[in-house]
Nanobody, 126 residues
Framework: QVQLVESGGGSVQAGGSLRLSCAASEYTYKRYCLGWFRQAPGREREGVVAIDSDGRIIYADSVKGRFTISQDNAKNTLYLQMNSLKPEDTAMYYC????????????????????WGQGTQVTVSS
């Protein structure tokens, strides 16, 4: 089974940027659905952005225009570029993968994913 390791979290001021990385233990391009999720204290885990094995991407409305997902297939690494960060973006961010095909309208549903990284903390101060 694929193993996922996130990195790149940290503390930034509002308006700043961070880039998260998710290194996979095996080749994922066009084989897995991949997603970024986040969970703030006291809140449910929510989908941020996901990409299916056909390359279709779906963003949560709250991050559209600010966050960008990308892949480096040679490095088996998924990225999340986060710009114009807001205090409400503060959360633990998780990378997730799913080997089977996920219907695109379910890509941001955490229950659809079986493989998860350990998370990386993002803190945005005002």
């Amino acid at each position: 089974q694929v193993q996922l390791v996130e990195s790149g979290g940290g503390s930034v001021q509002a308006g700043g940027s961070l880039r998260l990385s998710c290194a996979a233990s095996e080749y994922t391009y066009k084989r897995y659905c991949l997603g970024w999720f986040r969970q703030a204290p006291g809140r449910e885990r929510e989908g941020v952005v996901a990409i299916d094995s056909d390359g279709r991407i779906i963003y949560a409305d709250s991050v559209k225009g600010r966050f960008t997902i990308s892949q480096d297939n040679a490095k088996n690494t998924l990225y999340l570029q986060m710009n114009s960060l807001k205090p409400e973006d503060t959360a633990m961010y998780y990378c997730a993968a799913e080997r089977r095909r996920v219907r695109w309208w379910l890509l941001l549903h955490s229950d659809e994913y079986n493989y998860w990284g350990q998370g990386t903390q993002v803190t945005v101060s005002s």
